[in-house]
């Protein structure tokens, strides 16, 4: 059995989102998947619209999302109170069991981002602990985003227990691959946070002559003085594998990195990977 894994941040409430949500159901209904990890998701409390809700009714996905619990930063910047954001995870199979996590920020910088774990239960295979995540954004708050992978890493320890399948982590970690709070992440190029929990980065496994850009200014979404286009949204796997080969990366690329039908989806694009189940 494969799994095929995609993560995506769909650009909340921004932009032209009526088409962009028509363009981003286009790239997943292409793909397949079996489990996504959503970050950026919009809810409408005027209307009771959800797009993770929307998305997984039009894919026959079952979903759970998590709403932020600061989205006032947020709403500050399209002006409406009615909005809220938080993470999403849909999956071809039913969702056993969730948790959230408010990521720890300092004042300044806490906008209530999130990690939101599900387990999915795929019938006659392992369960999969499944996590996604949104790390806060400033280019210059790499200590931010070291606390908040100490306190992610934790909380995937905790909620990973009782199956072969490693642990999948998801999300906009706003981070380059070579950056503080990757490597400490990854624990195997500096002390894990958790004592024996390491994370391989599927993108490792890509053929090493593919973009990996997943934010940048060839995106019209993306201002160009934000600085040069990388590789910020990641699927990390826990490792090693599982005693049957469970969570083994079999193939990783990008997607939603151009236009459908004139519209770009999203400011990222999202990584979709095929793990062995």
Not at 75 to 93: E, H, Q, T
Request: charged share 20%; glycine share 10%.
């Amino acid at each position: 059995m494969a799994v095929r894994v995609v993560t995506w941040n769909l650009w909340w409430r921004f932009g032209p989102w009526a088409d962009r949500q028509k363009a981003i159901l286009a790239v997943l209904r292409e793909l397949r998947p079996d489990v996504v990890g959503l970050q950026e998701v919009w809810s409408d409390r005027r209307t009771g619209e959800n797009l993770a809700q929307w998305l997984a009714t039009e894919l026959n996905l079952h979903c759970t999302w998590a709403p932020s619990p600061a989205p006032e930063r947020w709403r500050r910047r399209i002006a409406d109170d009615s909005v809220d954001i938080g993470n999403a995870v849909l999956s071809r199979w039913p969702v056993t069991d969730r948790a959230t996590l408010h990521l720890p920020a300092p004042q300044d910088l806490d906008d209530g981002r999130l990690a939101l774990y599900a387990r999915v239960e795929p019938p006659g295979g392992a369960p999969v602990p499944f996590f996604t995540t949104h790390l806060t954004s400033p280019l210059h708050a790499s200590a931010a985003r070291c606390r908040q992978v100490r306190a992610l890493a934790e909380f995937t320890a905790t909620h990973s227990a009782g199956t072969p399948f490693p642990p999948v982590v998801t999300g906009d970690f706003n981070a380059r691959p070579d950056s503080d709070e990757l490597r400490l992440f990854g624990g195997m190029r500096t002390t894990p946070v958790v004592p024996g929990q390491v994370f391989f980065d599927a993108w490792e496994y890509a053929d090493q002559a593919a973009d990996g850009t997943t934010w940048g200014p060839a995106n019209p979404y993306v201002h160009p003085g934000l600085g040069p286009a990388a590789r910020i949204d990641y699927i990390h796997v826990g490792g090693p594998a599982g005693p049957a080969g469970e969570g083994t990366v079999r193939g990783v690329r990008r997607v939603g990195h151009g236009p459908v039908a004139g519209v770009w989806p999203s400011d990222h694009a999202a990584v979709v990977a095929d793990l062995q189940g």
